[in-house]
């Protein structure tokens, strides 16, 4: 029990009335339990004051956190929605449109560019809040979108991933993007372009399977989970209790699977870092 979210904040309340406390002013850390006040939680890059865990957060948040206000949000296609016209307990029409209402976008990846000091990158960013963070075909379309925009300008594509995998409701349609999105990030390889994949808490599925791990340099925020199955499911295969931390970064750091463990308060200083040791190539 949380005593300043069962007991004080209550009080508080029945004394001055609910409307001059309103609820949006709290985040609850989801590791310690601590109430943090958002104005403090958001100077503080989203992550925890007492426990230092690093909270899930919007992709403009993390575009923002990247560029400051200083970047141009690119068009991607829209493509059709719905093409299997899935339906479970309710229509993923319904679903896709409910959250692009929420989210005043069309799906789970925004593509834009900006500069880092005096280099230009163009950055992709999933967003978990976005059914997930999924990627379907709108999310494949998006990525190449990205790729085709860092070949022509000649500048690095960063992909910050935060996904529970490819998207069910548009079934074998979104299990082809993995192949058609490794192509892409192959084709910066031929070209010099570097690609530098972020990777965030969760990075899961058929997106941890595909393009996140084939940066020229895997970047991984701390304490992000990373993996392709979740680790009960794992458990319940093999019969044997996996080790501790089992799919966290500083995990598959010691393991050889990332190259850096960032805390997100560093990120863009080691964003900046990475890409000026690219730089030579790209003249």
Same mark, same amino acid.
Request: glycine share 6%; aromatic share 6%; with cysteine.
């Given at each position: 029990?949380?005593?300043?979210?069962?007991?004080?904040?209550?009080?508080l309340?029945?004394?001055?009335?609910?409307?001059?406390?309103?609820?949006?002013?709290?985040? +609850?850390?989801?590791?310690?339990?601590?109430m943090?006040?958002?104005r403090?939680?958001?100077?503080?890059?989203?992550?925890?004051?007492?426990c230092?865990?690093?909270?899930?957060?919007f992709?403009?948040? !993390?575009?923002?956190l990247?560029f400051?206000?200083?970047?141009?949000?690119?068009?991607?296609?829209?493509?059709?929605s719905?093409?299997?016209?899935?339906k479970?307990?309710?229509?993923?029409?319904? !679903?896709?449109?409910?959250?692009? $209402?929420?989210?005043?976008?069309?799906?789970?990846? &925004?593509?834009? +560019?900006?500069?880092?000091?005096?280099?230009?990158?163009? &950055?992709?960013?999933?967003?978990?809040n976005?059914?997930?963070?999924?990627?379907?075909?709108?999310?494949?379309?998006s990525?190449?979108?990205?790729?085709?925009?860092?070949?022509?300008?000649?500048?690095?594509?960063?992909?910050?991933?935060?996904?529970?995998?490819? !998207?069910?409701?548009?079934? &074998?349609?979104?299990?082809?993007?993995?192949? !058609?999105?490794?192509i892409?990030?192959?084709?910066?390889?031929?070209?010099?372009?570097?690609?530098?994949?972020?990777?965030?808490?969760?990075?899961?599925?058929?997106?941890?399977?595909?393009?996140?791990?084939l940066?020229?340099i895997? &970047?991984?925020?701390?304490?992000?989970?990373?993996g392709?199955?979740?680790s009960?499911?794992i458990?319940? +295969?093999? $019969?044997?209790?996996?080790?501790?931390?089992?799919?966290?970064?500083?995990? %598959?750091?010691?393991?050889?699977?990332?190259?850096?463990?960032?805390?997100r308060?560093? %990120?863009?200083?080691?964003?900046?870092?990475?890409?000026?040791?690219f730089?030579?190539?790209l $003249?």
């Open positions: 029990m949380n005593w300043l979210t069962n007991f004080v904040r209550p009080k309340q029945a004394i001055v009335g609910k409307k001059e406390i309103p609820d949006n002013l709290w985040e +609850t850390c989801p590791n310690c339990n601590q943090l006040l958002k403090i939680l958001q100077k503080n890059f989203y992550v925890c004051t007492s230092d865990h690093h909270l899930r957060i992709a403009k948040d !993390r575009i923002e990247i400051g206000g200083n970047y141009e949000i690119i068009k991607t296609p829209e493509i059709k719905d093409p299997l016209k899935f479970d307990k309710k229509k993923y029409s319904d !679903r896709l449109k409910s959250s692009q $209402k929420k989210h005043n976008r069309h799906d789970s990846l &925004i593509v834009a +560019t900006g500069l880092i000091e005096d280099k230009r990158i163009v &950055i992709a960013v999933f967003d978990f976005f059914m997930g963070g999924s990627m379907g075909m709108a999310a494949g379309e990525i190449l979108e990205a790729v085709s925009f860092a070949k022509k300008n000649k500048c690095p594509l960063v992909i910050i991933c935060s996904s529970g995998g490819a !998207r069910m409701q548009e079934g &074998i349609l979104a299990l082809m993007q993995m192949p !058609r999105t490794i892409g990030i192959n084709s910066l390889a031929k070209n010099k372009i570097p690609y530098i994949s972020i990777l965030t808490d969760p990075t899961t599925g058929g997106v941890s399977a595909s393009f996140a791990m940066g020229d895997v &970047i991984a925020e701390k304490g992000a989970i990373i392709f199955a979740g009960r499911v458990e319940e +295969t093999i $019969k044997e209790k996996l080790p501790q931390n089992f799919q966290k970064s500083e995990y %598959l750091l010691d393991k050889g699977m990332v190259d850096l463990v960032v805390h308060k560093d %990120l863009k200083k080691t964003l900046f870092r990475v890409v000026s040791l730089s030579s190539n $003249k």
